[in-house]
């Protein structure tokens, strides 16, 4: 009996093990990296923002409005700027963890939620969305998204793998290149993207589940 749970315990951390390997491996493709001018610290982003951007333009215009109208208009709107990788860099070393601030010459600075409002436009008030952690939620992704996100996937499974909803609409690995316009980026995203036959829901619920992946929820 033992050893039955033992053998329980070993293939349930071989599969857990394994997903999270498909997950890294999936984040990494979707990365970019930075370094700083001074080549000692490397700082990677996942906020593909150009490509967030661009994508939400590219949708019909019926999908955009249902996105701005759960919220996510007034971030949507802010096109794509340069990021100041070594700013960024000097900011992440002020984070003290142990109190969850930055530590500034004048004191501590906390985000806070009125932070967020006024940055993302995002709303801050009503009621929490919460849920109950599952261990696997092969029928949500299966109902919600499609079961082409399930292909070669073992359960239990619990994540979505970011690459794949990009993958699915024809933008898997695109990028701006460093001499593109940003509307040129903008054509070829909307020439490349291709919802199939999906529902109007299902393309709304793809987009939004890599805009929370990536940009928002990119740590």
Do not use: N
């Given at each position: ?9 070993t ?58 109208r ?41 985000p ?23 261990r ?59 919802l ?24």
């Open positions: 009996m033992r050893t039955r749970e033992k053998r329980s315990i293939r349930g951390r071989r599969q857990t093990e394994e997903e999270e390997e498909e997950v890294v491996m999936a984040m990494a493709e979707e990365e970019e990296e930075v370094t700083v001018e001074d080549g000692k610290h490397r700082m990677r982003s996942r906020v593909t923002w150009d490509l967030c951007w661009a994508w939400y333009r590219a949708l019909p215009e019926t999908q955009q409005a249902q996105i701005a759960m919220g996510f208009g007034h971030l949507l709107s802010v096109r794509p700027f340069h990021l100041d990788v070594p700013y960024l860099e000097a900011l992440r070393e002020r984070w003290e963890e142990d109190c969850k601030a930055f530590i500034m010459p004048w004191g501590h600075m906390i806070t939620l009125e932070d967020v409002a006024y940055l993302t436009g995002l709303p801050v008030q009503g009621e929490p969305v919460v849920g109950l952690e599952r696997d939620y092969h029928d949500d992704i299966a109902e919600l998204l499609g079961p082409e996100f399930l292909a070669g996937r073992r359960r239990p499974i619990r994540s979505i793998l970011l690459g794949s909803l990009s993958e699915a609409v024809g933008l898997r690995g695109r990028r701006r290149g460093p001499l593109e316009t940003l509307d040129e980026f903008c054509a070829g995203v909307r020439g490349a993207l291709d199939g036959d999906r529902s109007e829901e299902r393309s709304v619920r793809i987009f939004v589940s890599y805009l929370f992946g990536h940009p928002l929820c990119a740590t």
